[in-house]
């Protein structure tokens, strides 16, 4: 019988659960909710019932199928369920709170900036995001009301990108993996899938952070990595800047 049922999206946060799955080895079962503009699944009740914040991750535990979601928790959830493999140190081990320190610097730092990177260039797609909201009353909450606003948080979220990615770039000195390890922990799969997110992020990392440009390198030739790649349709091309994007190419220097 199926332990999980996992809720996502291609190339978003339910990625780098379904990449630590694959890492683990542990079959379960996937349902798709259609995030795409004009389908917006996470806005129906039926899912509003598993998750009030009507986002993607969300997994299913169990024959009780009790929902947890948020990316970081079912990561944490998952390692500590699984000790077998290595992916999370146990309480008393070598290594725990400084897993615990960048794990914490990842969910807490780096994650809401990608998300308002993102966030306003959907505003920039979409119109503003409070004509989103008013449509399904949902998530996400406006950031910006005009233009100026818009690249008033680009800004701001890209230098503090540059100086998260900067911590992270310096751990990554003397260690293959983050949080001074040698071996990959939960943390990893749920860092490097950001940076396939969005081709501005992985263009920063190839032209600023050699370190961390190795370790995505090592983290990709993982055998996990290749097949949901394709599954999750992630872009590998690192593409010319589009247009409204120049204005931000200082960053990348
Ligand atoms: N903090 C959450 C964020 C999850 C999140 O923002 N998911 C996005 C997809 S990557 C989503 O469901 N978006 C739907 C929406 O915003 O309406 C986590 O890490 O799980």
């Not at 959830?77 to 615990?100: I, M, W």
């Not at 406006?142 to 818009?150: F, R």
């Amino acid at each position: 019988m199926t332990k999980y049922i996992l809720y996502g999206w291609h190339n978003c946060a339910s990625a780098s659960i379904r990449w630590i799955l694959a890492e683990l080895g542990v079959a379960y079962e996937y349902r798709l909710v259609n995030l795409a503009r004009g389908v917006e699944e996470q806005r129906d009740p039926s899912f509003r019932a598993l998750n009030p914040k009507g986002r993607v991750p969300i997994l299913l535990i169990g024959d009780e199928h009790e929902p947890l979601s948020e990316s970081g928790a079912i990561a944490f959830y998952l390692g500590e369920s699984h000790p077998d493999a290595g992916l999370l140190p146990a309480v008393g081990t070598p290594g725990r709170n400084k897993f615990l320190e960048t794990y914490t610097f990842v969910i807490n730092s780096h994650l809401p900036v990608m998300r308002d990177w993102l966030q306003v260039i959907r505003e920039v797609e979409d119109g503003p995001l409070q004509a989103a909201v008013a449509k399904g009353g949902a998530l996400p909450v406006p950031l910006a009301s005009d233009a100026a606003e818009v690249r008033g948080i680009r800004k701001l979220a890209l230098r503090r990108l540059v100086a998260n990615l900067g911590v992270l770039e310096a751990e990554l000195a003397d260690h293959d993996y983050l949080a001074f390890r040698d071996s990959p922990s939960v943390i990893d799969f749920v860092f490097t899938i950001t940076t396939t997110w969005e081709p501005f992020i992985h263009q920063l990392i190839a032209n600023k952070f050699p370190n961390l440009k190795a370790y995505r390198e090592r983290m990709h030739a993982r055998p996990t990595w290749a097949p949901l790649a394709i599954e999750e349709k992630v872009a590998e091309d690192l593409g010319p800047l589009r247009d409204w994007e120049q204005e931000y190419a200082a960053f990348l220097q």
